[in-house]
């Protein structure tokens, strides 16, 4: 969990696979490389500028909520930096989400996250169409995602850094990076290759979970 | 009206742009931007040229008029761009009266320089940064464009020259690095005869 200590430095997550092996065929090790590298940019920017505001103790999704909705923090509606703020903030937790999402020798969905997703979409199939034609029809940067939104699973598209997280209402249960740099050094412009290969990396325990904790946020009506 | 994609004007831009980008980038990138245009000028039948379209996006059906914005930009601003660019030998020097305006309103070559280099650095997620001329007031400026939007989208500003900064543009050859791709554009790619001679088309 990204916010449940105290630390002085936002930083990349460990991630398992990023040992230069690549990741089950879906990306190259130095795809994952290369990466990591834009993450790691995004945290240092981001620690330079939550200093600024005396925000280097917040969890980063407080720091995306507050730098998205200035009526939350005053000072920070003031900062000349705030979109800069945003962004590498939104980049850090959008990039860590992504990489939870993802892991080797991927596993079969669990027969209940099948379940609510066939409920959903139809079918297993219609679910991975459905998402690949998002994703295919998004223009420009951005990131393809489940989000658990009003007692529903849905897919959305969100542009350069935005995040279901500055919203109080959006769940993230799924994301895909949709940012060229995510795929071009394996895929080149071959987007919809890299939409249907990146299924076989999904960690769809990891997605149940993401949903089981978003229904819980869903129905707190008091947590932050 | 069907867009034509016209050819390349050089065969190669090596060794400051690798050949597999400028095969990728002009076979794929900007060969489906023009396919999908004149597919949705086809489909709502439009009969006007791609420039007059992108100046006065208002006159597509609102069903397909970001579809008509994302992918005429696109066809537009690379045919540009592939202009902005030209082998080192023969990218020539900054004419006389360009040079002038360029010190007049910048201060200094240099000046003009960073202040584009940081536009194109800055363009936050894909785009375009641009110099630009006023033809009222002849004044020069920099501006940048998210995704495919472009200067003649309003008609204010006229494009002398541009960068493309999405990823696809440098990622192969650069990787995460945009700021060196963005300085070997500057020192050793951009067309300075190309950008006179729009210059003085708004003299």
Known sequence: MLSTFTRTLFAMPPVAYMDGHGLDGVFSGHQLDLHALHHKAYVNKLNKLAKQVNMQDASVEQVIFEAANPEANSSLAAFPQRKQLFNNAAQHFNHSFFWSCMTRNSRPMPPSLETRITEEF????????????????????????????????????????DTPVATLDMFPVLCQDLWEHAFYVDYENRKIEYFKKWWDSVDWDQVWSNVIEAQAKASCTVCV | MVYEQAPLPYKSLEPHYDDRTLDVHYNKHHTAYCTKVNAAFKEVGIDKDLEYVLGHLDEVPEAKRQFVANNGGGAWNHTF???????????????????????????????????????????????????????????????????????????????????????HAYYLHWTSDRPGWIKTFCHHLANWNFVSAEFAKYQ
């Open chain 1, 122 to 161: 139809g079918s297993i199939d219609c679910f991975k169409r459905e998402w690949e034609t998002a994703a295919m029809q998004h223009f420009g940067s951005g990131w393809c995602w489940l989000v658990e939104h009003e007692g529903e699973l849905k897919i959305v598209t969100t542009s350069n850094a």
């Open chain 2, 81 to 167: 761009f592939w202009k902005c660019m030209a082998p080192e030998s023969q990218r020539g020097e900054m004419s006389a009266p360009l040079k002038a305006a360029i010190d007049r309103d910048f201060g200094s070559f240099e000046k003009f320089i960073e202040e584009f280099s940081n536009a194109a650095a800055t363009q936050f997620g894909s785009g375009w940064a641009w110099l630009v001329v006023d033809p009222a007031t002849k004044k020069l400026s920099i501006m940048k464009t998210l995704n495919q939007a472009t200067p003649i989208n309003e008609g204010k500003f006229k494009p002398l020259l541009t960068i493309d900064v999405w990823e």
